[in-house]
């Protein structure tokens, strides 16, 4: 595995960044996760810049195992995680096809990843290229979705120690896996826009506790607002969202680890007139 990975890495062009983490290293991580193990964390990063140049480095190796980029995973949405990582607002990583290769009721292993969490999560899709300019209206937002999607995230800290925002960055904020619900067309209206903001979402276990409870509001206010956010730090970053891409609105619960033979259920209260859930069993 080290060298094809480590090969693929030397092959890639290399960004000007000061203290981006050097092929070795990114190579390195990218074994850990592919091999399950915990890595020991990046060390000489003084920016986020550097945390995304070793992102970028490390989906390009990814991508060979988990494949093709799918959309945009946003973190830190919420002011507490930001203080707990050192940073002032939210940040993406990229979602590969591995992120939304589960359905409903899927059974995974406890131990899927190097350092594996189950988190609350949200996916929307995106219409048309329409969105970029859609500012920071809701109605307008909605226009240029199709679908909203129920979703367990479940991401690979892969880390072995503490780490920060460059870190976080770095790991590709951890996305790895992820489990895909039934499609909820969106309707391009103010009350579905508040529908969205009043749900509630829940996560339970079969034995009927209750792991999570957190309004729709958790993520910045508005899970619209998440995407009005990447719209802005991809065009900083001269990038667009494109039709069919999907969006990761993390932050509807803390990350927690897994128990084998347990099931989870992320339900979504208020969203539609019917019950509206997603759920994964562990081994």
Request: charged share 20%; hydrophobic share 45%.
């Amino acid at each position: 595995m080290r060298a094809p990975l480590l090969a693929a890495l030397l092959a890639l062009p290399v960004t000007a960044q000061a203290a981006c983490p050097d092929e070795a290293a990114v190579g390195r991580v990218a074994e850990a996760l592919v091999d399950n193990r915990p890595s020991p964390a990046f060390t000489g990063m003084t920016s986020l810049e550097d945390g995304f140049c070793a992102q970028d480095r490390l989906v390009a190796l990814l991508r060979r195992s988990w494949g093709a980029p799918v959309g945009y995973k946003v973190g830190l949405t919420s002011a507490p995680v930001q203080q707990r990582f050192g940073v002032s607002h939210p940040v993406r990583g990229v979602l590969l096809e591995s992120s939304v290769s589960l359905r409903d009721g899927a059974e995974i292993p406890a131990r899927f990843g190097a350092v594996p969490v189950i988190e609350s999560d949200f996916l929307v899709r995106v219409r048309d290229g329409g969105i970029n300019g859609a500012g920071r209206d809701h109605v307008a937002i909605l226009r240029h979705l199709d679908a909203v999607i129920p979703y367990i995230e479940l991401p690979d800290l892969v880390l072995s120690g503490g780490f920060d925002g460059p870190n976080l960055l770095a790991i590709n904020v951890g996305a790895r896996l992820g489990v895909v619900g039934t499609p909820i067309p969106v309707e391009a209206s103010q009350a579905f826009a508040d529908r969205l903001a009043n749900m509630t979402v829940t996560m339970v276990d079969d034995r009927g506790q209750e792991r999570a409870r957190t309004p729709g509001t958790a993520a910045l206010g508005h899970p619209l607002n998440v995407v009005a956010f990447l719209v802005e730090d991809l065009a900083r970053a001269g990038r667009r969202l494109e039709a069919g891409q999907v969006i990761s609105v993390a932050g509807y619960s803390p990350t927690m680890p897994l128990e084998p033979g347990r099931t989870y259920t992320v339900r979504y209260e208020g969203l539609a007139a019917q019950p509206v859930s997603v759920s994964v069993r562990t081994r």
